[in-house]
């Protein structure tokens, strides 16, 4: 027995979950399709109703290869559902989970399908303004591309800009996922197509690395890295290859590359990456900070460190929480960003070695104190041995002359 979504559609089935909603196998008049059903708390706010309402037609419109179309928008009682296409297979964060990082290849091909996503939406004036792996779906049943990269498609266009509306966040909130946010937005310029371009870049590097440039710790500290730390160069990738990923990463949003020019120069990449194997680096530990950043989602503390996502969504089951990525929190001052982060960035090291100033270099560097502090105790404790026998040695003969020395003399 599934559940009705409006007159059309019937909900059979969970596929997942996320900050906005849950997505659902479908039914509809021509088939199977993916039904995400926003949560009650949104449906319930008549202005996002009404933004939902005019977003339709430029949602519907947004017709492309590499883009998860949407069949429909439902507005019914409580219920608020985009009906999409239906997507057969997995999202980029599950695969990711599962290989920690891809070979470059194909980590490349899945980034330029994307960029050619982005440059659809942004020819048609949407600007995403949420790119991360949780919404890329990878089509396990298209034809392989390099590296035997699976067809890549951007999903939930207009998502964060419905929940974005100005009575949900004021003009010194920021809503998105940290690890992915452009500088920009940090600093509270509104949202333009660079900021695709930046997330976008970061998803890359993530894809090389295993994980996000600027991540790691608390979000305040996150946010603070996108705009005062310049990111680490990955080892083992192309020249070529790295200045594109600087160039989109770069902190003024006019000197990225539009959606289109990335998409052409990353597949100009792709002959020299074949058969490279994955990078093998390690990720750099999270340094603790407490940062001045007030929070409107729960605490993030018991979160994994690698990523710098925050639920939005309060008590969200810990099997789903990886999807709950959203979050809202304040603008930072200028004279919080001014300050810099702590440390330097983080930068990659090579597998086995330990980055100076870590935890795991603090811990070794107190194992050494303690064995050095246990060795002098133990000398000590030899000297004091060998005065107490040289003393015991004089007190035992009175007539041997004092030497001015607990040591014995030399013969």
């Avoid at 409006?6 to 399709?33: C, D, F, K, M, N």
């Avoid at 399908?113 to 048609?124: I, K, M, P, S, Y």
């Avoid at 034809?143 to 266009?157: I, R």
Wanted: with cysteine; charged share 25%.
């Amino acid at each position: 027995m599934g559940r009705k979504i409006g007159s059309r559609y019937t909900a059979h089935q969970i596929l997942g979950r996320g900050s906005a909603g849950t997505v659902w196998l479908g039914e509809g008049p021509e088939g199977p399709v993916a039904i995400k059903l926003l949560r009650e708390d949104l449906a319930s706010d008549q202005e996002l109703v009404g933004r939902f309402v005019q977003e339709r037609t430029a949602l519907l419109s947004l017709d492309h290869a590499r883009v998860v179309g949407v069949h429909d928008l439902v507005v019914d009682g409580n219920d608020l559902a985009l009906v999409m296409d239906l997507v057969r297979g997995t999202d980029l964060r599950t695969r990711l989970e599962r290989e920690r990082r891809l070979a470059p290849e194909a980590a490349v091909a899945i980034v330029a399908d994307v960029a050619d996503a982005l440059a659809a939406a942004h020819a048609a004036g949407i600007v995403h303004r949420d790119v991360k792996p949780e919404n890329v779906l990878l089509d396990m049943q298209g034809p392989l591309g390099p590296g035997g990269s699976h067809p890549a498609l951007l999903t939930d266009f207009g998502v964060a800009k419905l929940i974005d509306s100005p009575r949900r966040t004021r003009a010194t909130k920021i809503i998105g996922t940290p690890d992915y946010l452009a500088p920009e937005i940090i600093e509270g310029l509104p949202p333009r197509a660079a900021v695709d371009i930046y997330a976008l870049a970061t998803v890359l590097y993530e894809l090389l690395a295993g994980f996000t440039p600027f991540g790691g710790g608390h979000p305040g500290a996150v946010l603070r890295r996108h705009v005062t730390e310049t990111v680490v160069p990955l080892p083992g990738i192309p020249d070529e290859l790295w200045q594109l990923m600087v160039q989109c990463l770069a902190k003024a949003p006019a000197s990225r590359l539009r959606a289109s020019e990335l998409g052409d120069r990353l597949r100009e990449q792709l002959p020299q990456l074949a058969g490279m194997p994955p990078l093998d680096v390690d990720e750099p530990e999270a340094e603790p900070a407490d940062e001045p950043y007030e929070e409107t989602s729960p605490e993030p503390h018991e979160r994994p460190p690698r990523r710098g996502a925050v639920p939005l969504v309060p008590g969200a089951a810990p099997a789903d929480a990886n999807r709950d990525t959203h979050t809202s929190m304040r603008v930072p001052a200028p004279d919080e960003l001014a300050g810099g982060a702590r440390g330097t960035a983080r930068a990659p090291r090579a597998t086995g070695t330990v980055r100076p100033g870590s935890a795991r270099h603090r811990a070794s560097a107190r194992r050494r104190r303690i064995t050095l502090g246990v060795a002098g105790v133990v000398l000590a404790a030899a000297v004091g041995a060998g005065a107490w026998y040289a003393t015991s040695g004089d007190d035992a003969d009175p007539n041997k002359p004092d030497t001015g020395t607990s040591a014995p003399p030399v013969p």
